[in-house]
């Protein structure tokens, strides 16, 4: 049971309803097996410097979801190769109170990637939730990961799939691609919008990570936003936002992370402690639209169960199928940030 009414049974994050390999064109490498997984909330994912142990010690008793330890842009080229030393005696010590723990590694083109991958897993497999792949520009990124993850699983004697993978777009070919990408591998659980490369990469006229260029007329950000979620949706993936580089101005962070939220996004990256209590509150459910999302799941169960209806009405309005696939995701997010209920549903 994830926090919430112990009377309801944990609500499980599917990957997709149908197997990769069940579907046209799609591409799955090695034999890891589709899975489920109850829903773990991801709304701050929070980058750690993994040549830092001091940073890291830190963000052990940090109220995020996530820490992913980052071996790629935080890390200086000549630093790398120690740097996964501190990654994997940090992820085997210490208390990390329930977080999601993350590395994330260089991009599979570079000449680190693969040392990072083998490394990390052989010292700490046990102690890793998932590892980050940035710069994913086709399936094939993914597929590489997957297959190199398979065979140190088997090595280690570990269980299959049980490392995750989130895939992180950040240009313009990751994007063209994304739906293949959603679809490369059911180790993946979550799409990352990596800003500042993708800024980059469309040549938008800023110098400003997650802030709108000057003189554009709209969200620069809305398109691949969305994109990314619809990818990540027809997949039964978590779709995270980038972050705000803009550490001082939270009224900046609030205004991009409600947005995220509003639009469907599952959380958010943060680059320093202060914007966590922030992006935790834009992406947690407020006390009323959670309490109305459990009545609606009670509500359905008992119309549909023992009345045997499909559709029905609470508190005035209609509530169906579609009704009870909106009420989930609320359901999730507010029971996995320990909401409490105030009300319950009774049959009129």
């Known amino acids: 049971m994830i926090g919430g009414d112990s009377a309801h049974a944990p609500i499980v994050w599917m990957r997709s309803a149908t197997s990769n390999r069940a579907r046209p064109g799609a591409r799955s490498v090695g034999s890891v097996p589709?899975?489920?997984?109850?829903?773990?909330?991801?709304?701050?994912?929070?980058?750690v410097p993994g040549s830092s142990r001091r940073f890291i010690d830190k963000a052990r008793g940090l109220p995020c979801d996530e820490v992913f330890l980052d071996l790629e842009d935080s890390v200086a080229p000549?630093?790398?190769?120690?740097?996964?030393?501190?990654?994997?005696?940090?992820?085997?010590?210490?208390?990390?109170?329930?977080?999601?723990?993350?590395?994330?590694?260089?991009?599979?083109?570079?000449?680190?990637?693969?040392?990072?991958?083998?490394?990390?897993?052989?010292?700490?497999?046990?102690?890793?939730?998932?590892?980050?792949?940035?710069?994913v520009i086709g399936p094939a990124d993914v597929s590489w990961l997957d297959l190199l993850l398979t065979q140190l699983e088997s090595a280690l004697g570990q269980p299959a799939g049980r490392i995750g993978i989130e895939a992180q777009i950040e240009d313009a070919s990751g994007l063209a691609a994304v739906d293949a990408i959603a679809a490369a591998s059911?180790?993946?659980?979550?799409?990352?919008?990596?800003?500042?490369?993708?800024?980059?990469?469309?040549?938008?006229?800023?110098?400003?990570?997650?802030?709108?260029?000057?003189?554009?007329?709209?969200?620069?950000?809305?398109y691949p936003l969305l994109r990314i979620l619809i990818a990540a949706r027809s997949r039964g993936l978590?779709?995270?936002?980038?972050?705000?580089?803009?550490?001082?101005?939270?009224?900046?962070?609030?205004?991009?992370?409600?947005?995220?939220?509003?639009?469907?996004?599952?959380?958010?990256?943060?680059?320093?402690?202060?914007?966590?209590?922030?992006?935790?509150?834009?992406f947690t459910p407020a006390a009323d639209e959670y309490d109305r999302a459990e009545l609606i799941l009670e509500a359905y169960e008992y119309y549909t169960g023992t009345e045997q209806r499909g559709a029905a009405t609470l508190d005035g309005e209609m509530i169906d199928e579609a009704t009870r696939k909106l009420a989930l995701a609320t359901a999730a997010k507010g029971r996995a940030a320990d909401l409490t209920r105030t009300r319950r549903f009774r049959p009129g």
């Open 34 to 47: 589709s899975m489920a997984r109850a829903y773990r909330p991801r709304r701050s994912c929070l980058a």
């Open 78 to 135: 000549g630093a790398k190769a120690a740097a996964r030393g501190t990654v994997i005696d940090a992820l085997s010590s210490g208390d990390w109170g329930g977080k999601l723990r993350a590395v994330r590694v260089n991009d599979a083109r570079t000449p680190w990637a693969y040392r990072d991958v083998i490394e990390v897993v052989e010292g700490a497999a046990a102690n890793l939730d998932a590892i980050v792949l940035p710069k």
């Open 186 to 222: 059911p180790r993946l659980e979550a799409l990352v919008f990596g800003p500042a490369d993708f800024m980059a990469s469309l040549g938008m006229r800023s110098l400003e990570v997650g802030a709108q260029p000057a003189g554009y007329q709209g969200d620069a950000f809305h």
């Open 238 to 282: 978590m779709a995270i936002d980038g972050p705000y580089a803009r550490i001082a101005d939270l009224a900046g962070l609030e205004r991009s992370a409600v947005g995220a939220a509003a639009l469907g996004y599952d959380g958010k990256w943060v680059v320093h402690p202060g914007q966590i209590d922030t992006v935790n509150e834009a």
